[in-house]
């Protein structure tokens, strides 16, 4: 069993799937800048889906669309792939509450960007759209909604997601997230890494927030056609008094994160 485990620790830390696992950090990273572009295209009062399945879309909209896919797919399954690794083998040396919770915050991220995989394939594959994936998540948040308890696991994952944005926006203030990355020697070039981050992060942890507390508001309501995920929460934030600006703030501030993102992609330390 220790030689299995060996053996898998050392390809999961080979040199090719960290390659790979930094191209998902950017794939990511574009994602998110076409978040912030729809956001942005809705707040000048055009449409489009602001969530990662509506930036999937665009992506599968280009001419390279089914070459792109597959890239981003094997790209995102790496990282996942390289984030379960870290979850089960790495950290032994922090102490032993830190290192349960970096062993936790791993394999978060390993479910994270395996989402993020089955997505991008389910689009490559042709059994993905952006409607498809709004009716889906409506569909399965009322069967959870009308099954026993299913109120307070609602409530719970809302509660999550808002605690997750507090989480990130927090990490954006304090710049907590610059001690993973390698940062530049240049001082202005740090400073420009370090600003993307701050904005990145606190951008979108206002957008999870945001989408937390809609998640617990249309539960409590017993309104599961209003629990519509990030896409819901953007255009709730547009309809409110000078939404438009604030939308388009938020929209900027993805395109950030998703630039740092890009920038993660080259600096992280893995």
């Known amino acids: 069993m220790k030689q299995a485990a060996d053996k898998a620790e050392d390809v999961t830390n080979s040199r090719v799937l ?9 794939v990511s990273g574009i994602l998110h800048l076409l978040i912030g572009f729809i956001a942005i295209r809705l707040a000048v009062g055009g449409n489009g889906r602001a ?31 390289w984030q379960a690794s870290d979850a089960i083998f790495d950290f032994g040396h922090l102490p032993k509450g830190k290192k349960a919770g970096a062993k936790l915050k791993a394999a978060g991220q390993a479910l994270v960007f395996a989402g993020l995989a ?38 719970a994952i809302g509660l999550g997601v808002a605690v997750a944005g507090a ?3 927090f990490r954006g203030v304090r710049k907590s997230f610059a001690k993973h990355l390698n940062l530049p020697q240049q001082p202005g ?20 927030l945001l989408t937390g507390v809609l998640v617990v508001v249309a539960t409590l309501r ?24 604030l939308l388009a703030a938020v929209g900027l501030g993805l395109i950030c994160y998703g630039v740092y ?10």
């Open 18 to 26: 960290e390659a790979a696992a930094r191209i998902g950090f950017a």
């Open 51 to 81: 969530d990662v399945s509506g930036a999937v879309s665009e992506l599968a909209s280009q001419p390279a669309g089914p070459l792109l896919l597959w890239s981003s797919f094997v790209a995102c399954a790496a990282l996942a792939l």
């Open 118 to 155: 089955a997505t991008l394939a389910s689009f490559a594959v042709g059994t993905g759209s952006s409607a498809d994936n709004s009716r889906s998540a409506t569909d399965l948040t009322l069967k959870v909604l009308t099954a026993p308890g299913g109120v307070a696991l609602l409530v």
């Open 167 to 169: 989480i990130y926006g």
């Open 189 to 208: 070039l740090k400073r420009a890494v370090v600003g993307l981050g701050v904005t990145g992060y606190v951008a979108k942890g206002s957008v999870l």
């Open 222 to 245: 017993a309104h599961p056609e209003e629990s519509t995920g990030l896409d819901g929460g953007l255009k709730a934030l547009r309809d409110q008094p000078f939404g438009v600006y």
């Open 261 to 270: 993102m890009v920038v993660r992609a080259r600096l992280a330390r893995m």
